[in-house]
Each structure stands twice: as structure tokens, then as C-alpha cells.
Nanobody
Framework: VQLQACGGGLVQAGASLRLSCKAS????????MGWFRQAPGKEREFVAA???????YYADSVKGRFTISRDNARSTVDLQTNSLKPEDTAVYFC?????????????????WGQGTEVTVSS
């Protein structure tokens, strides 16, 4: 499966962005999907995930502010980011996995898209 992320940008603190990940090559319903982010000088970290059956998982740092959703018919996985903070600044990546366990570790994911950059100014 090929993944293409988009929707990043430069916003002020408190604003919202909707990131989208488009999958091609295989049907999206075959995969569990995740969003990760990597800030400059830091490791890539888990943000959110959604299983094949729609169960969602969130990092504590984004819980209540970010929402992950999937539309298998459109082959897209979106991440709605609200109340953005400067510490949310990072390159955001979408990823896909087949195995049903361990939704949070980045090493559990089999396929990665290119990132989309989010910059939040204070």
C-alpha cells in the first residue's frame, strides 16, 4: 500500500488543521492505521491510531484535542487537530499495519507515507 499525507501548514496556537492520508494500491479496510509525528531533534512518536473495526487510540498529549477517523470507501484516514499548541509542531506521518496487536509502537507499522509538516506559532 502507498500512503500520501497532506494538510499540514503554519498556524497560530489555538487553531485547527485537518490532516489527511490517502491510501492506494490495496484496500484500506485491510489495515490498521496510525499517525505519528517527529519534531526536530526528537524521535518519532505515536499520536493516534484507528483499528480496522474503528477502535481509536490516542497519545495522552493529544487526547481530547485530536480525532482520528477513517473512510474505507474513500481510502482515507484523517486526523482532525484542534486547539493546536506550539509543542504540536512536527512532521506528521501516516502509517499502516496488518497485525492486530501493539497499535502504539512505531516498529509495529509496516508501511509509511511521507510526512506533512505542521508548524504552530505562539
Amino acid at each position: 500500500v502507498q500512503l500520501q499525507a497532506c494538510g499540514g501548514g503554519l498556524v497560530q496556537a489555538g487553531a485547527s488543521l485537518r490532516l489527511s492520508c490517502k491510501a492506494s494500491g490495496r484496500t484500506l479496510s485491510d489495515y490498521h492505521m496510525g499517525w505519528f509525528r517527529q519534531a526536530p531533534g526528537k524521535e518519532r512518536e505515536f499520536v493516534a491510531a484507528i483499528s480496522r473495526d474503528g477502535t481509536t487510540y490516542y497519545a495522552d498529549s493529544v487526547k481530547g484535542r485530536f480525532t482520528i477517523s477513517r473512510d474505507n470507501a474513500r481510502s482515507t484516514v484523517d486526523l482532525q487537530t484542534n486547539s493546536l499548541k506550539p509543542e504540536d509542531t512536527a512532521v506528521y506521518f501516516c502509517a499502516a499495519k496488518i497485525g492486530s496487536y501493539r497499535m502504539r509502537p512505531r516498529e509495529a507499522y509496516d508501511y509509511w507515507g511521507q510526512g506533512t509538516e505542521v508548524t504552530v506559532s505562539s
